[in-house]
């Protein structure tokens, strides 16, 4: 798919005949896949982002993304808020969210796809918080070498907020030489704020980040792309721009369809290019990163805290105050859930994440961990149990909506089949795993499940998550 | 507080396949009582026969391959099967006609092709073809349109009834003085018989462009189609292509012979072209997928029914057209796949 026709934004610099050629496009049009409908969004967003209260205990996950993290406690150990409790061997650390004794290292129960355990440092809360002396400001991020600023970044245990939790530094140092940076504001997922109450109240944070990693990458360019439902965040980081009177980095508005905001989407909307199958934005000389990540970073060098705490939205018809909350990681859900007014109309469903990628956690005896942007306490009328499974009628409407342009039904019939080398010829490692098809299937069937167990099952490198 | 465990995604659109077969069945109600109108209620016997054994056949095909049937019977699928095949069968039907195309196009082209999903060829056009080979003489007369200045008997529930039951006519009633061959079939033969469309058209079965009656119908047939368009049941390319893949030629060869060629609208406004258009070709199962490959089917639905019309020996060819389309659709999905991105 290209771009052409309708204005491309050109960032100035781009004289340099031996700098890669950089183009946005400001308003991409509307795109032909993904879903539309009602959002939810507006339940969550109408109060201002709110402090959770230090929670009495905090169970911290030593699992991030693809890495685990070895400890560097024992129980009965003094921690003070922001010392490294674990490291994993890619450097990222992982630091005590509040000031207390350690009591507990061993497995506990965490979120994920499915109920499962991980090793866990469970700290107790202790007397007023202390802030470790590792955690030290720094004036001007841009007098410090790139790999120098990527160290930092790893040490403050800084990962993918979007939800992937892939380390930042990582994405940081690609190797390659890098055209632009992609800060990812546009949330896409039905229920989810916590990037867009980011964006509205803390624009100038995030562009203080993506200058940051804009230096670490050694990037010119940089565009802050929002959606076009988020109004007053689109606003917010216009101003703040015009106030820090940087022409390096743009603004894009997306039109709210989901998942506008998938890494690999979002790349094909603001460039008009598609990542390589197989590939990386960085093979296109593209680094795409969280809003939140961006912040994150900003906050380490601005006061020198490392990632303890993280924007939870907090939201669902089950909940009575849904909002936007401030957490520190390891904050018990049901604590969360108590801030946001407590439970009503039982839910029937607790979800880490959005309705659509999101995770069904079989109770609310879980922390807040890195990647928890968004609980959703939902009730049977919001999501409905899944219907019975009917046979495919070839509607086509997974065809239509399917932004990697795959053709669901073929590979559900494939799958049938178990004929895997269909499945290969039709694309099935282009994936996103994002839920469109499914959402549409007048059958009910769900095929994005069959598509995460059949690749799984195929037991091939998983794609790098974002 | 215990969650209840399921995977993504969580969310789903409502609409469902008992929903899409409900709304084609809304869709086909105005042009239903339009034909009830101008051709009597042998249509609602029709449906009424063909509902009845559709119904039982897709019971007793799910019992036998071992399948819960309530869910698969609630789907609504042959119901809209039996209605479309009740709409191409003449007014005047023999039960057991009716029945047996009913039973062929659920038992056959349906259930042992594996059921609703896996059928190559649209059931209600198979069980039509299937009639059109074996009862010939039975398809072919029409009764005549009710459009006040044609001089027939006309016929009354009752006696439609009777006659679809029992095959007996009031008493002094011929079959022949009770039925006319539809306008499609009197412009073949007219025109074999080197009468030019000016002198055939006089002949009162016709209305200002097409059968008379026949538009009526159509318009009421389209206004569901674009019904189904704006409920997003079908999607335009389809019956786009079909209605150019069939006028287009029809046109061209209307220009350069306008007295040996029907019009490109009496066309569109005879037999079924309309009702295979929106409601036929358009059939999800047994036709292309993606929007290139639905813009092939469609075209060749049309032209297939022009060259069936124009060279054939059967005055219609929509059935025989879309069944023929239906067999090719493997092959333009296969040429027809979009490529997938970053590929």
Not at chain 2, 190 to 213: N, S, Y
Request: aromatic content about 8%.
């Amino acid at each position: 798919m290209t771009a052409t026709g309708h204005v491309m934004s050109s960032s100035p610099g781009t004289t340099d005949s031996t700098a890669p050629r950089w183009r946005y496009d400001p308003q991409p049009r509307r795109p032909d896949w993904g879903i539309h409908g009602t959002t939810f969004k507006n339940i969550s967003k109408q109060t201002p982002i709110r402090i959770a209260p230090l929670p009495a205990q905090a169970t911290l996950c030593l699992q991030q993304g693809p890495f685990t993290a070895t400890p560097l406690v024992v129980p009965g150990e003094r921690v003070l808020t922001g010392q490294p409790i674990a490291v994993d061997t890619g450097g990222t650390r992982i630091h005590a969210s509040v000031t207390g004794r350690v009591s507990a290292v061993g497995l506990r129960p965490v979120p994920g796809p499915q109920p499962t355990r991980a090793p866990c440092v469970v700290i107790q809360r202790e007397g007023d918080e202390e802030w470790h002396e590792s955690c030290e400001p720094v004036a001007d991020p841009s007098r410090l070498a790139p790999a120098e600023v990527c160290r930092r970044i790893a040490a403050a245990g800084i990962v993918g907020l979007g939800g992937a939790l892939y380390p930042t530094a990582r994405k940081l140092a690609p190797g390659v030489p890098i055209r632009a940076l992609l800060v990812n504001g546009v949330e896409c997922e039905p229920w989810i704020t916590c990037d867009e109450v980011l964006l509205r109240e803390r624009a100038a944070s995030v562009i203080a980040g993506a200058r940051i990693a804009m230096h670490a990458l050694g990037a010119a360019h940089a565009v802050i792309a929002v959606e076009g439902d988020m109004p007053e965040a689109r606003v917010a980081v216009h101003d703040a721009l015009q106030a820090a009177g940087d022409s390096g980095i743009g603004l894009a508005v997306v039109t709210a369809k989901y998942p506008a905001g998938g890494e690999r989407q979002l790349v094909q909307l603001l460039t008009g290019e598609e990542v390589p199958a197989g590939g990386l934005p960085r093979d296109l000389g593209y680094v795409v990163q969280n809003a939140g990540t961006l912040a994150a970073i900003a906050t380490l060098f601005r006061s020198g805290e490392p990632l303890v705490a993280r924007i939870v939205t907090v939201t669902g018809n089950g909940v009575a105050a849904p909002g936007n909350f401030e957490a520190r990681i390891g904050t018990p859900l049901r604590q969360l859930v108590d801030l946001a007014g407590g439970y009503r109309y039982p839910p029937t469903r607790l979800l880490m994440g959005g309705p659509m990628m999101g995770w069904a956690l079989p109770d609310d005896d879980l922390a807040v961990t890195k990647a928890t942007n968004c609980l959703v306490a939902a009730t049977a009328a919001e999501l409905a149990p899944p219907r019975p499974e009917m046979p495919c009628i070839r509607c086509g409407e997974c065809v239509q909506t399917c932004p990697a342009r795959l053709l669901p039904h073929e590979l559900h019939a494939a799958l049938r089949r178990g004929d895997y080398a269909t499945l290969a010829a039709l694309a099935l490692d282009a994936c996103i795993e994002c839920g469109c098809c499914d959402y549409v299937c007048p059958s009910a069937i769900p095929l994005t499940a069959r598509f995460v167990a059949a690749r799984r099952q195929d037991a091939a490198e998983p794609d790098a998550p974002s | 507080m215990k969650f209840g465990v399921v995977q993504a995604p969580h969310w789903r659109n409502a609409g469902d396949v008992a929903g899409m077969m409900r709304e084609v069945l809304y869709a086909l109600a105005p042009a239903a009582v339009a034909y009830t109108y101008f051709f009597g209620p042998g249509l609602l016997l029709n449906i009424v026969v063909a509902a009845t054994v559709a119904i039982a056949t897709e019971a007793l095909a799910l019992r036998l391959r071992g399948r819960t049937s309530r869910l698969a019977l609630s789907d609504g699928s042959a119901l809209v099967c039996a209605v479309l095949l009740a709409f191409c069968l003449p007014p005047l039907t023999p039960w057991w006609v009716t029945a047996c195309g009913s039973a062929f196009a659920i038992g056959v082209a349906k259930h042992l092709y594996g059921g609703l999903g896996f059928n190559v060829f649209n059931p209600a056009m198979a069980g039509y073809v299937l009639l059109l080979a074996a009862f010939p003489g039975y398809l072919a007369g029409w009764l005549p349109p009710n459009v006040g200045d044609l001089d027939y008997r006309a016929l009354s529930l009752a006696e439609s009834a009777t006659y679809t039951v029992t095959g007996s006519l009031p008493p002094g009633v011929e079959l022949d003085a009770v039925t006319r061959a539809t306008p499609l079939t009197v412009v073949k033969a007219e025109l074999g018989q080197m009468r030019t469309m000016g002198e055939i058209v006089v002949d009162p079965v016709f209305g200002d462009f097409g059968g008379a009656g026949w538009e009526w119908i159509g318009n009421f047939i389209t206004l569901g189609g674009l019904w189904l368009l704006y409920r997003g049941i079908i999607r335009w390319q389809v019956p786009a292509a079909m209605l150019a893949g069939l006028m287009l030629p029809a046109l061209l060869l209307y220009l350069t012979d306008a007295e040996t060629h029907p019009s490109p609208l009496f066309h569109l406004y005879s037999g079924g072209t309309l009702l295979g258009a929106f409601f036929i070709a358009t059939d999800p199962v047994s036709s292309a997928v993606t929007d290139r490959g639905r813009l092939v089917c469609g075209a060749g639905c049309g032209l297939l029914t022009f060259a069936i019309r124009h060279w054939g020996i059967y005055p219609d060819g929509v059935a025989v057209a879309v069944l023929l389309m239906n067999l090719a659709v493997p092959t333009i999905d296969r040429y027809t796949r979009p490529r997938p991105y970053g590929y």
